[in-house]
């Protein structure tokens, strides 16, 4: 487990892709969409995005990035959680949120926000398992209104 900077464009392309591909109805974006962006584009994304990586050996196997929500001011979020399907369930994904929240609580954090896919209940039971609660706030995809975001908030004192 480790942050990621410009320097993992190319690691970050890799499992986000993978994550596109595994899980499409859990985010915000499309493989389709992201498969085209060009390597300047990645370095872009490396550089700006606040991202950690679970790696095994030199392989990626997984990612989460924390933000700030400019719908949700003064609020700090875990965005892109992803682990490799051979891995979920040996901790890799506690390690990640437990990555964005350190990040998080050193920006001032008192909590930790997310939106999971309603059609994603795995997802949706690990951070119920971790602690996230429901804030009432449901609304839909921006890129498939079909899908609905439900928001999760979490305590972090």
């Known amino acids: 487990m480790r942050p990621g900077g410009v320097d993992d464009a190319t690691k970050l392309k890799a499992i986000r892709l993978e ?7 859990a985010f915000g974006s499309t493989y389709a969409e992201e498969a085209t962006w060009d ?11 606040r991202y950690f990586l ?14 700030h929500n400019v719908e949700y001011p003064g609020t700090w979020w875990l965005f892109a959680m992803y682990v490799t399907p051979r891995l979920r369930g040996t901790g890799v994904a506690e390690d990640l949120v437990a990555s964005v ?15 999971v896919t309603e059609p994603v209940a795995r997802a949706r039971a690990f951070y119920a398992k971790l602690g996230f609660l429901p ?10 209104r079909a899908v609905r975001l439900i928001n999760l908030v979490r305590d972090l004192d």
């Open 19 to 25: 994550a596109l591909a595994d899980t499409p109805a």
């Open 54 to 67: 679970a790696e095994d050996g030199d392989v990626e196997v997984g990612m989460a990035s924390g933000g």
């Open 39 to 49: 390597d300047a584009q990645w370095r872009e994304v490396a550089g700006r995005w």
């Open 101 to 115: 929240t350190a990040w998080a609580t050193s920006e001032g954090a008192t909590q930790l926000h997310l939106a």
């Open 135 to 144: 804030t009432g706030d449901v609304a839909p995809l921006h890129r498939d």
